[in-house]
């Protein structure tokens, strides 16, 4: 079939049929296409990272280490009581406040009387 112009399958004869590929509108709708699917990939991305790090927190940083825990409690119990170190020289600790009393009593009994 021939048109006007005496060439089959014309621009004006493929129009008709929709044959014609407008290539702006489909690059656009692929290029927003696009954009819009890794720009939900990096918000779902950004909400996994938000969660795991409050996760994180949650399971790890809030919660104490339990050996942790346990060391302190025992230098607590060290600190504040009295036990013997060396039955043999009659060595002894004291708990640390007791120590910091006599300490300042040893060391204001050392000082000259115009110094108190």
């Not at 656009?28 to 790090?53: C, N, P, R, S």
């Amino acid at each position: 079939m021939t048109t006007g112009s005496g060439i089959a399958g014309s621009s004006s004869e493929k129009a008709r049929r929709g044959d014609d590929v407008d290539v702006v509108s489909t690059f656009l709708y692929g290029a927003i296409g696009i954009a819009l699917v890794v720009e939900i990939i990096l918000a779902v991305q950004g909400f996994f990272f938000a969660y795991e790090q409050k996760e994180l927190e949650r399971k790890v940083v809030e919660r104490p280490y339990q050996e942790l825990v346990t060391l302190r409690a025992q230098q607590e119990k060290l600190l504040h009581s009295y036990r013997m170190l060396d039955p043999e020289t009659g060595r002894v600790a004291i708990p640390i406040e007791r120590a910091m009393e006599l300490t300042l009593q040893e060391l204001e009994a050392g000082r000259p009387e115009d110094a108190r």
